[in-house]
């Protein structure tokens, strides 16, 4: 089965500084790759995807992801973050067990920014 | 266009009550997901449908059922709820591709306390 692993459950982080939230995929085949984010009391909204093309993917609000097939990994980063950036981040890809129409996430990471 | 609601927001039940939870998306998206949220678990798919008058099941679809019986409608029962799902229900959909590139749509959640 799919797995995505997140292992930073908490990331603090001065208001200005670089972050990096590390996500990384189990499967071998190929694999969309997405970030959502969850601020406090809603839902989750898509940050950005990897769908195919450029490793590189930019995002909203500055932030971008770089897909690495041969770790198998999608980190997450930010040049400069803001107070606003604090909110739970998800790492998730489409799941080949349920034919692609799921995804499978991770356990999420908090980032706290503080002033 | 409101996107993706869920009620009720909130709700208390004794063990053993049934309740149902009601999603609607008005963006006429083909899938629909129920996931349940637990801390430092992220997010796990409950049920899914890829059509009216389809479902299938998730990764932790004991105790729950579904229904589609409408395009825009996806609801969630819990016939005997018990204290260990006590959770946040997130509702989500997407336009519907087996592809797998599709962005999910989440609702704001559904807080369930059984106690």
């Known amino acids: 089965a799919q797995s995505v692993t997140q292992l930073d459950s908490q990331v603090p982080v001065f208001e200005e500084a670089p972050v990096e939230l590390r996500c990384n995929y189990s499967s071998s085949v190929s694999v969309y790759l997405f970030w959502y984010v969850q601020y406090p009391n809603q839902g989750l909204q898509l940050l950005l995807k990897?769908?195919?093309?450029?490793?590189l993917v930019k995002g909203i609000n500055g932030f971008e992801a770089e897909f690495n097939k041969s770790q198998t990994s999608f980190h997450l980063r930010k040049p400069s973050v803001h107070i606003s950036d604090t909110a739970e981040y998800f790492c998730a890809v489409s799941d080949p067990d349920t034919g692609r129409r799921a995804l499978t996430f991770g356990s999420g990471t908090r980032l706290q920014v503080q002033p | 266009n409101a996107g993706v609601t869920q009620t009720p927001k909130f709700r208390v039940l004794k063990t053993g009550q049934s309740m149902t939870l009601l999603c609607a998306q008005d963006m006429n998206h083909e899938y629909m997901y129920w996931y349940r949220q637990d801390p430092g678990m992220g997010l796990r798919l409950i049920h899914y449908?890829?059509?009216?008058?389809?479902?299938a099941k998730g990764e932790v679809p004991d105790g729950y059922n579904v229904s589609r019986l409408k395009k825009q409608n996806f609801l969630l029962g819990l016939e005997s709820a018990a204290p260990s799902q006590t959770s946040v229900y997130f509702c989500?959909?997407?336009?519907?591709?087996?592809?797998?590139?599709?962005?999910?749509?989440f609702g704001p959640g559904t807080r369930l306390t059984v106690l």
């Open positions: 449908s890829v059509g009216e008058g389809t479902t």
């Open positions: 990897y769908l195919s093309g450029s490793t």
């Open positions: 989500a959909s997407s336009y519907g591709r087996d592809s797998g590139t599709d962005t999910q749509y």
